[in-house]
């Protein structure tokens, strides 16, 4: 029972995320004079329609139709001549480049705006943080001293990675391909370089516990001030986006197989066990909007990239032919952009699919 009720949060906090994306597109189109035909709340069937009337400072002429449909699963917000040019002077396709970058823009923002907040609100709870200084070594680890690490080292870089919270530091020597690492300490005030420092992973014994890692032992724990605790959030916020970047990078390289890819229904099931897997259902709750702040940056990201279909790859066709037109006074013909973004959105409906089918068969295997 308890797995369902976080299944449910989770499908209804992915619709939170999808429509407070289109919430940005629909108030900043709005706020530029760009006519909106409608605005959704979820998708499918309609439960309630209405059209606001003049007197409403944000609307023309009862020009928008607002919706709340049957599934939240997200929405959507319909603008005129998105996709060609209708004739229409305050169509989107009408628009003077900037306004169409800041309409694209505000989705992404809206999302990575809504995961900062959630990882604010998360640290606001937090008193206390373990600090990335060093205060013990296991028994086995061969490299203390001045030319080495030593007691009170504060890790401040790993491999031109800046360590903002304590779990940076584990995330980025785990990458460590045993070649050597990086590492940028603080000690006595003084910034210390150790290049191509020796780290590799073994088991050793700490405390009466066998543990399997690099024998560096952080131990202080700091009080945080409500300003600390806000800064934390934004620490994590843009560790997040830091994630998501290796993420592409190790995909693109190899490293992450394309196998492991998961779509909605994968991110939900795993959101649902850890929450229905947590101590208490306090901690539950909070572990499942830890993931979807995680989730909320991550479709920030994402939908950045330069790629058709996605509010990035229309940027990329607005810079483009800006630059087109200034060197030879001509425009890509809207419908043929049209044709991009389309066929693109086929592919990536493919792809969903096939990542979902993927996804179900992990589950019930």
């Known amino acids: 029972m308890a797995r369902f009720l976080y299944i449910l949060l989770a499908i209804l906090l992915f619709g939170v995320l999808i429509a407070i994306h289109e919430f940005g597109h629909f108030i900043t189109a709005?706020?530029?004079?760009?006519?909106?035909?409608?605005?959704?709340?979820?998708?499918?069937?309609?439960?309630?329609?209405?059209r606001k009337g003049k007197n409403e400072p944000w609307d023309n002429e009862g020009e928008t139709l607002y919706s709340l449909r049957l599934f939240p699963v997200g929405g959507y917000c319909a603008m005129e001549g998105e996709d060609e040019d209708t004739g229409d002077?305050?169509?989107?396709?009408?628009?003077?480049?900037?306004?169409?970058?800041?309409?694209?823009?505000?989705?992404?923002?809206?999302?990575?705006?809504?995961?900062?907040?959630?990882?604010?609100?998360l640290f606001l709870g937090v008193t206390?943080?373990?600090?990335?200084?060093?205060?013990?070594?296991?028994?086995?680890?061969?490299?203390q001293g001045t030319d080495g690490l030593m007691v009170g080292d504060r890790i401040t870089e790993v491999d031109g990675h800046g360590i903002w919270l304590y779990a940076d530091v584990q995330n980025y020597l785990a990458r460590n391909d045993g070649q050597g690492v990086d590492l940028v300490v603080e000690r006595d005030g003084e910034r210390v370089v150790l290049k191509d420092f020796p780290m590799s992973r073994y088991k050793y014994e700490f405390e009466g516990n066998l543990y399997q890692g690099f024998g560096l032992i952080f131990g202080q724990v700091e009080d945080l001030s409500i300003p600390a605790r806000i800064g934390q959030g934004f620490?994590?916020?843009?560790?997040?986006?830091r994630m998501v970047w290796m993420s592409l990078g190790d995909l693109v390289t190899g490293r992450v197989a394309v196998s492991e890819l998961?779509?909605?229904i994968g991110v939900v099931d795993v959101v649902s066990e850890v929450g229905a897997n947590s101590a208490t259902a306090a901690l539950g709750v909070q572990n499942?909007?830890?993931?979807?702040?995680?989730?909320?940056?991550?479709l920030a990201v994402m939908n950045m990239l330069p790629i058709p279909a996605l509010d990035?790859?229309?940027?990329?066709?607005?810079?483009?032919?800006?630059?087109i037109y200034a060197v030879a006074r001509r425009r890509i013909p809207e419908k043929y952009e049209g044709y991009v973004h389309a066929g693109a959105f086929v592919v990536l409906l493919a792809l969903m699919a096939v990542v979902a089918l993927h996804d179900v068969w992990n589950i019930f295997a």
């Open 235 to 241: 620490a994590q916020t843009l560790d997040f986006v």
């Open 30 to 50: 709005k706020l530029l004079g760009v006519k909106v035909n409608e605005f959704a709340i979820g998708m499918g069937p309609a439960l309630w329609q209405s």
């Open 89 to 121: 002077p305050r169509a989107f396709s009408r628009q003077k480049g900037w306004k169409k970058v800041v309409i694209l823009c505000a989705g992404s923002f809206m999302n990575f705006l809504l995961g900062l907040a959630i990882a604010v609100v």
């Open 288 to 298: 499942v909007f830890y993931f979807m702040a995680l989730i909320a940056v991550n």
């Open 262 to 264: 998961s779509g909605v």
């Open 128 to 143: 206390q943080a373990r600090v990335p200084v060093i205060t013990q070594f296991a028994g086995e680890f061969e490299h």
């Open 312 to 323: 990035g790859g229309r940027i990329f066709f607005v810079l483009l032919n800006g630059l």
